[in-house]
């Protein structure tokens, strides 16, 4: 069913908007109101602060995810054939690569409105171009190949091989690489880069 087939979208959607706007909306917006500013005087490292934003915003999103997921899985009887373990540490990843894009590109913006801007940029082609609503299948080559080296497309291919196709770790292991890969430069860029001050 069209619905089986799209839950594991929207649950990839709600990891992106919720690790981009979630993380770097609030590190932009803690920088223009002097916060970052003053936990600055703090012993805390800049990514220690990014590693503790990242993992409450991951924890929050698995919530959420878990929720959504089993309130589908319940009411609407959608199919789970692989290992519910690994479709969480599949949003685990996701949440996790998602959540460091973020704090990648708040690491030196100033200003709430830019932010919002980078952020729509990245997010609104990721979405049409990740498989969350419809297949890229009849769409020309070139779009497929870049829609299929997106992270979240990369996530929601994990989490319909695992829910829809009963796979094992072994089948999405090369995919979750990637995306963890990918999580760990932006972690590694965020804190090289990042500023806690606006001026």
Known sequence: RYGDWLLPGVIGMNLMFSGLFGVGFVIVRYRKNGVLKRLRATPRSAAE???????????????????????????????LLGSG????????????????LGLLIAARIQNEELASGLLNLISLPMMFLSGVWFSLEGSPPWLQAVGARLPLSQIIEAARAVMLEGAGWQAVAGTLGQVMVFALVCITLGAVLFKWSAK
Do not use: N
């Open 85 to 100: 373990w690994l479709l969480l540490f599949i949003a685990l990843v996701g949440g996790t690569a998602m959540a460091s």
């Open 49 to 79: 602060f990014l590693c503790a934003q990242l993992l409450s915003r991951v924890l929050i999103t698995l919530v959420v995810s878990l929720l959504v997921f089993l309130v589908a899985y319940w009411l609407l009887d959608v199919p």
